[in-house]
């Protein structure tokens, strides 16, 4: 197969579905409880994701019913996220269509190699696609 630069959203990490992303978070986790990664791997997300962005001007544009001028994705993922156990998580703003036009959710989780790290990445990376299909 030819390689091809990917540029963009593509060429970030963990940019695959959701049953992917829990995969590639267990295989690290796993990999650092062996001893084969010897420090911790934090996976993050800024957004550009399902869930992550509430913009008026692009990502919810379409919707009709007024709610497109509020931060509620952005606000709601990351409460999802903390409280499944994500290690941080941020609310912020810019993201490509310019300061104060959009608000974003934002995520960091530490695969230290523990079961419990292993856990929580299965619950907050499901949460943190799902959370924007509901």
Not at 8 to 32: D, H, M, P, T, W
Not at 66 to 92: E, F, K, L, P
């Amino acid at each position: 197969m030819e390689n091809k630069m990917v540029v963009g959203s593509q060429a970030r990490i963990l940019y695959c579905n959701q049953a992917g992303r829990s995969r590639i978070a267990a295989a690290f986790n796993k990999a650092v409880a062996a001893g084969e990664i010897s420090d911790p791997i934090v996976l993050s997300r800024d957004h550009h994701d399902v869930s992550g962005t509430d913009s008026p001007y692009r990502e919810t544009s379409n919707i009709t019913d007024g709610s497109m001028w509020c931060a509620d994705m952005a606000v709601q993922n990351v409460i999802g996220d903390a409280m499944r156990g994500a290690t941080y998580v941020s609310i912020h703003n810019g993201g490509g269509v310019g300061w104060g036009e959009v608000m974003n959710g934002g995520f960091g989780m530490v695969l230290d190699g523990s079961e419990e790290a292993g856990e929580a990445a299965v619950s907050m990376l499901h949460w943190d696609v799902s959370n924007g299909c509901v």
